[in-house]
């Protein structure tokens, strides 16, 4: 990889006002200059500055495009290498014809995430912060943007860092005692390494797992299923989410005869909102095969939507579904509110016992907020406004982090019960790498791979 120098589209595929076209490794600049017009001398460029020029095919002598470039020199890079940045016109065909031409020069394609990848096998940010730039980019709220941020800045790295540091210094001693055995009594202090491994290791492990489930909510997003019979709603419900005309609302049953899916932005969470086609006996074929796939995606779903109609009298198919939904984690939202001539809200909610329940008129955007408070509450256990904690593992993190801690406890009950320290020595090292993992202090090869194959090309 160090002797590679390395060329991509950086910029998002289709058409645009701007694309660019980064290369970096040991050979950029040497590789870019003389596609560049007019000739410049590259002692005399300077780095980190736009100069304007053309790109021109040294073989036809054609122009491909009016640019904008900019030479960087290492290490005041993103990858720590020397880089070269040309900024185009954004169409699909010129940027792939300025690549080709880089290519062409004994540049190599980059794989997905590799710039990145040199980013941190080149010192300039830890493992943590590397995957914190995929979720950067694909981050769907401001509030799983502020996380990402966070963790980019390197807040994972100094928590990790802190939680690593007791235990180098106690396995530095335990170590010692194995390789002085006489003087252990002077060098292990059983009790007290136990009470720093409680206190500034365990401790703060378990902290870090308990925000990993609201992180998760924030990044990855939750599913939620709107269920009911037919005309109860539903649709009308999906388009005042989304706060535009996604799905067909008319008078007409069973309009619905397969789902919708769309993501909207519920306090800062992205939720996947799943509009289904009505529960209830049907011989349409079509009408059938739509409710088959409401069943199915029942059991994907997070968080269920349970719609009922009072402006009329529970049915036995509200009742059917009820027994069905009754177990999950369902909020009933009894809609046509405006509809109501006599109160049997209550009747409803009698029927239908045990449901958080929220009364609405999708059609008159009435309930609404209080609805989508509802919504927030349900996913994320809490009813004040999101407090987004300073540092949330991933799923990667998070698996690490669960090895760390029981290697942790092992220890201090090792510490505890007079274990070999021998033993003990095999615990903290454990802990240790476990971490390690995290901030690519003994990361795999194997690993990396399967994090920066998440990147796209150009990243």
Not at 359 to 386: C, W
Request: aromatic share 4%.
């Amino acid at each position: 990889m160090d002797s590679d120098t390395i060329a991509a589209v950086a910029t998002p595929p289709g058409a645009g006002g701007i694309g660019v076209v980064k290369i970096s490794g040991p050979q950029a600049i040497h590789i870019a200059l003389p596609l560049l017009h007019p000739p410049r001398d590259p002692s005399r460029i300077k780095s980190h500055h736009l100069y304007y020029g053309t790109i021109i095919d040294p073989e036809t002598e054609k122009t491909l495009d009016e640019v904008l470039f900019t030479i960087m020199r290492a290490p005041r890079t993103y990858t720590r290498e020397d880089v070269v940045e040309i900024q185009a016109h954004g169409s699909r065909c010129g940027l792939g014809a300025i690549l080709e031409l880089v290519l062409k020069r004994g540049v190599r394609l980059a794989e997905p995430g590799e710039f990145t990848k040199r980013a941190f096998l080149n010192g300039r940010i830890d493992l943590s912060q590397a995957e914190a730039v995929i979720e950067v980019v694909n981050a769907q709220t401001t509030e799983g943007l502020e996380l990402a941020s966070r963790q980019l800045k390197g807040c994972l790295f100094e928590a990790i860092d802190a939680i690593r540091g007791p235990i180098k210094t106690i396995l530095v001693d335990v170590e010692a005692a194995i390789d002085f055995p006489e003087d252990v009594e002077d060098i292990i202090h059983p009790e007290h390494f136990a009470q720093e491994m409680t206190n500034d290791v365990i401790a703060p492990l378990e902290e870090l797992l308990e925000h990993y489930d609201e992180g998760h909510v924030y990044r990855e997003g939750v599913a939620a299923i709107i269920i009911g019979r037919p005309n109860v709603g539903k649709s009308s419900l999906m388009n005042r989410l989304l706060e535009k005309e996604r799905a067909i609302v008319t008078a007409v049953p069973g309009t619905t005869r397969d789902f919708i899916e769309e993501t909207v932005n519920i306090r800062g969470i992205p939720m996947r909102l799943i509009d289904t086609a009505g529960l209830h006996d049907t011989q349409d074929g079509l009408e059938a095969e739509g409710i088959r796939f409401t069943r199915e995606r029942l059991d994907e779903a997070d968080l269920v939507l349970f719609m009922v109609d009072c402006s009329m009298p529970i049915m036995d198919e509200d009742v059917q579904i009820y027994d069905l939904v009754r177990n999950r984690k369902t909020i009933l939202v009894i809609n046509k509110l405006d509809l109501v001539i006599h109160d049997i809200v209550s009747n409803i909610v009698e029927r239908l016992r045990g449901l958080f329940w929220v009364d609405i008129s999708a059609l008159y955007n009435r309930g609404i907020e209080k609805l989508k408070a509802a919504v927030f509450r349900g996913v994320m256990h809490q009813t004040g406004p999101a407090d987004l904690p300073s540092i949330v593992p991933n799923l990667r993190h998070k698996v690490a982090i669960k090895k760390a801690l029981t290697a942790s406890r092992d220890v201090v009950e090792g510490f505890s019960t007079g274990r070999p320290a021998e033993l003990v020595a095999v615990d903290l090292t454990e802990a240790l790498d476990s971490l390690g993992e995290i901030v690519g202090a003994t990361t795999t090869e194997e690993i990396l791979d399967q994090i920066f194959s998440r990147f796209c090309v150009g990243k």
